[in-house]
């Protein structure tokens, strides 16, 4: 099986998601040796990440579409460019390490099955964690999201 994987937090090792990624894949794949991993990053790592990794994982750096704004441009590589890579690569699987699946409804009729991974209930509790614009929209999109794959 071909696993893609929303691996955008290794490029910050040291923050619980990117520990949690790290280990997560490092020893999985340890474990499953018959199953292909590839975690896609929008930015270079560091080899001695890299190295870290077994042989049935792949890192491949998929940059970030030039676009005004940080926000703008995750937003963009998690919602467009990464869900487009995973359909180009046609992997069995789509993993994402933090709630940054695809918005769209469209994502979830096609082959690829989906694992989303929630750490923390926190920004759907606490109206202080959606102050921004893009971050309400980011929270109320996922709200529907996940209703909508509950009741399909």
């Known amino acids: 099986m071909k696993i893609g994987v929303n691996a955008r937090l290794l490029i910050k090792p040291f923050t619980g998601i990117g520990q949690y990624t790290k280990n997560m894949f490092k ?5 499953d040796t018959e199953d292909r991993y590839i975690l896609v990053v929008p930015e270079k790592l560091p080899e001695s ?3 870290v990794f077994p042989q049935n994982v792949e890192i491949v750096v998929l940059p970030e579409k030039r676009l005004p704004g940080a926000g703008a441009r995750k ?4 919602q467009v460019q990464l869900p487009e890579y995973f359909l180009k690569e046609k992997v069995d699987l789509a993993f994402y390490t933090y709630p940054s699946n695809p918005w769209s409804q469209d994502w979830y009729k096609k082959s690829i099955k989906t694992v989303v991974v929630v750490h923390d209930c926190v920004p759907w509790m606490h109206k202080n964690y959606r102050k921004s614009i893009l971050s309400k929209l980011y929270h109320v999109k996922k709200d529907m999201l996940y209703l909508y794959i509950y009741f399909v």
């Open 75 to 78: 937003t963009w590589w998690e």
């Open 49 to 51: 990440l890299v190295r």
């Open 27 to 31: 020893e999985l794949a340890k474990i």
